[in-house]
């Protein structure tokens, strides 16, 4: 316990579980203050493209190669040794087997050299706990992760504590504009092509539903959204026998305000129930690469100017996969004594709220899950 109280907390963490090999080294003061010492990210995009998505064997042979390298330029960027860090954390699920299990092997090879603590981390505890590391958000927050992969309401009370108020049960949002730029001939990642190509868009032209709003609760759903849009792409082509740049550009602007205003109904869901509470200074962060949105955001941040909530967003580089949100939350953990030994384990699958329904849909997949 008297090590728990340390003024000073140095944290290693290793981050592995889909496309991204990463490892950084977070200080926390007692007080509250962070500091990234380093963060290294080594990606795998040129691998996986060809594929046209993570191939799940090539992913972790690659995480194995590469988590020694990462590891040694996290600790030699951050000046530091393996002597002077007080624990290793690692991300231990969920994602894919392969990849998680190269961290955990990985990890526990160096607190056993070491003689350091083992900390396993929830992948999405990481995300979660990321206004914490940037801002210092205090407890409870309200958090909207919304990316490729993930897409969930989250009431984080604390960094063993989080209620799930309702996620997607289909695609996450970032899977739905990759799959909207695919079918309209635009690049990948699809997020920023189709947020271009919307500007110069009339939202109004084509009838796209607005999923899941007709139900009560904050669950939602993407992919009936994408049906319809190939359905109205299929028309255009049928009619005119191609698509002109207005096609398109009326295209992504109708999906894109779609996706928007059912994130921000769900997110006032949300708001609602978090403020039932009686939060004494309530703050709503949103997290994960569709928060680079401009149109989404604005939204997100007019429903919470509406109901007296600050609106927070972690810098992007933090929103997307990284080790220092593992090394953070791994800091919490040590603060609250949670250590694991040479028994943790690689989980696939691991929701963050125990007590909620799992998920269906992307939750199926894996990877980011
Ligand atoms: O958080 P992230 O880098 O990785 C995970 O999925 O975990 O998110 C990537 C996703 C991609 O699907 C990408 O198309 C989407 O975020 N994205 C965007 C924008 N920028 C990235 N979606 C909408 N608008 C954007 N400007
Ligand atoms: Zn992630």
């Known amino acids: 316990m008297e090590s728990a109280m340390k003024k000073t907390l140095t944290i290693l963490g290793l981050e592995s579980s889909c496309d991204d090999t990463a490892a950084a080294v977070v200080r926390n003061s007692r007080g509250g203050q962070s500091d990234i010492l380093s963060s290294v990210i080594y990606g795998q995009l040129d691998l996986h493209q060809y594929f046209g998505g993570v191939v799940p064997e090539i992913a972790a042979r690659a995480h194995a190669e590469k988590l020694d390298t990462c590891v040694e330029e996290a600790l030699e960027r951050a000046r530091v040794k393996l002597a002077d860090i007080d624990a290793i954390a690692v991300t231990a699920g969920p994602g894919l087997i392969g990849g998680v299990l190269s961290g955990v092997m990985c990890a526990k090879g160096l607190a056993a050299g070491s003689g350091k603590p083992l900390i396993g981390v929830n992948h999405l505890a990481g995300h979660a706990l990321t206004p914490r590391l940037t801002d210092g958000i ?25 209620i799930r108020l309702g996620g997607t049960i289909d695609d996450a949002p970032g899977e739905a504009f990759d799959k909207t730029a695919r079918l309209l001939g635009l690049p990948q990642p699809g997020g920023p092509s189709v947020e271009t190509a919307a500007k110069t868009g009339d939202s109004t032209r084509f009838k796209l539903p607005r999923p899941l709003l007709d139900r009560p609760g904050c669950d939602l759903s993407f992919s009936g959204l994408k049906t319809a849009l190939r359905r109205s792409c299929d028309q255009i082509i049928e009619a005119k026998g191609g698509l002109a740049t207005t096609d398109r550009a009326d295209l992504c602007a109708g999906f894109q305000t779609a996706v928007a205003k059912v994130l921000a109904e769900k997110t006032k869901r949300a708001l609602t129930l978090y403020l039932n509470a009686g939060p004494s200074a309530p703050v709503f962060a949103v997290a994960g690469g569709v928060a680079a949105n401009q149109a989404i955001r604005a939204r997100l941040k007019t429903v919470c100017h509406d109901l007296g909530v600050t609106f927070t967003a972690p810098p992007l580089a933090l929103c997307t996969d990284n080790a220092a949100m593992i090394a953070y939350a791994g800091i919490e953990r040590f603060r609250l004594g949670l250590f694991d030994d040479m028994s943790l384990s690689a989980r696939p699958r691991w929701p963050l709220d125990q007590t909620s329904p799992a998920l269906m849909g992307s939750g199926k997949k894996g990877a980011k899950s």
């Open 138 to 162: 205090a407890y409870p927050y309200l958090m909207l992760l919304v990316s490729g992969g993930h897409c969930q309401f989250l009431l984080v009370q604390g960094a063993d504590d989080f």
